[in-house]
């Protein structure tokens, strides 16, 4: 990877805003933000857009300019506060990472790559359609599929079960180094490491 230490990164983890959806699986995305910002020491506060909350800063000493976003928008209209962040940062789409849920990956795993396709998953077809482009990264955390016919929509939009609440915290510490790892360290030896 050619970076420099100068060049910023958005990291943006997807969800649903409000506190209604804070336990749901489908806002794991926020979760893992919220422990990057803790491991900075900072807390996030609302952009000049207002459409977004980051916080900004290093997540390793000498490493890269990270912003660190979490949309106050819907999971299908993500897009505009992303376009709106990279604008105003002027990050380029092969600097940003999302953070989402991923339902064909087992709850407990992880997955990370470079750009491919929607997968059904609202914010990222949103964030392909605002950005132009899906070339960006993403950080998959695996929430598995419903269990017998139980829709898609309604598993993703409910809370974690009482044995994944315990897990949760692991898969997120695991998500929030495989971030650090991409943004230092490239994404092959991040794919080494933690695409399980």
Do not use: C
Not at 127 to 136: A, C, E, K, Q, Y
């Amino acid at each position: 990877m050619d970076e420099t230490p100068n060049d910023v990164w958005l990291v943006v983890g997807l969800g649903n805003p409000g506190p209604s959806y804070a336990g749901h699986r489908h806002n794991v995305g926020y979760l893992v933000v919220e422990e990057l910002a803790g491991r900075m020491g900072s807390a996030f506060r609302a952009h000049k857009s207002g459409r977004a909350d980051v916080v900004e800063g290093r997540l390793s000493i000498g490493g890269p300019r990270v912003v660190l976003a979490r949309p106050r928008s819907y999971m299908n209209e993500v897009g505009g506060p992303v376009k709106a962040l990279a604008t105003f940062y002027k990050v380029d789409p092969d600097h940003v990472v999302a953070i989402h849920d991923e339902l064909d990956i087992a709850f407990g795993t992880l997955r990370t790559k470079l750009g491919g396709g929607d997968n059904g998953h609202n914010g990222l077809r949103s964030m392909r359609s605002s950005l132009g482009t899906g070339d960006f990264y993403r950080v998959r955390a695996g929430i598995g599929r419903p269990p017998g016919r139980q829709d898609v929509a309604d598993f993703v939009l409910s809370d974690y079960s009482s044995v994944e609440r315990k897990e949760l915290p692991f898969q997120v510490g695991d998500a929030a180094d495989a971030v650090e790892s991409l943004v230092t360290e490239g994404l092959e030896k991040t794919q080494q490491r933690f695409n399980s």
